[in-house]
């Protein structure tokens, strides 16, 4: 009898020793999940921030691209009217070389004071600074207030700066 309870408790006891290894098992099992989830949670907040941080940088940028074709909208239209402007004084310029007055110009056109002449009566072309240049020659128009110079060809525009401006990291 005494063997047969020997034997019984050191089944018991096997049982036992099995059950506390998978309870060890189970332990780091659980360990191992919660950190998982411990860093799952600290990428989710990771991405989260950084959701927010770009969807403020495309506000951002979009107000900015918003703001940049308004204003290439109006350099655009103020460009047309010196066209404009520009091709009107030419007509007068050239209906006022003694051929005539211009076909399609206005009265009120013809009596204005040519923009290229000074009260002095020197041409344009001795003002740098004036918008309009005849040239004595050709009897041409020059402008140097023309979207287009020609000495400037390599020119770059100020958008650059302004780009990098946008793009500056914050310091917050």
């Known amino acids: ?4 309870l020997q034997r019984e408790v050191q089944k018991w006891r096997d049982v036992h020793d099995r059950d506390i290894s998978e309870m060890d098992q189970l ?3 659980n360990k191992r999940i919660k950190d998982a989830y411990t860093a799952a949670g600290a990428s989710f907040a990771a991405l989260n921030q950084h959701n927010k941080q770009q969807s403020k940088a495309n ?3 979009m107000s900015t691209h918003a703001a940049l074709i308004k204003s290439q909208e109006e350099k655009m ?3 047309q009217r010196q066209v404009a402007d520009l091709k009107d004084e030419l007509k007068l310029v050239k209906g006022s070389n003694g051929r005539g007055p ?5 009265i009120d056109q013809q009596k204005r004071p040519s923009s290229n002449l ?3 009566g020197s041409t344009a072309e001795n003002h740098p600074g004036s918008g309009v240049l005849l040239k004595e020659d050709s009897g041409q128009l020059l402008s140097n207030n023309s979207i287009y110079y020609e000495e400037d ?3 770059k525009s100020g958008l650059g700066g302004m780009l990098k401006k946008m793009f500056k990291k914050n310091d917050n």
């Open 102 to 106: 211009m076909p399609g110009t206005s």
């Open 59 to 61: 506000l951002r940028l």
């Open 1 to 4: 009898m005494l063997e047969t």
């Open 153 to 155: 060809a390599n020119r």
């Open 77 to 79: 239209k103020k460009y």
């Open 27 to 29: 332990k780091n099992e």
């Open 118 to 120: 000074h009260s002095n």
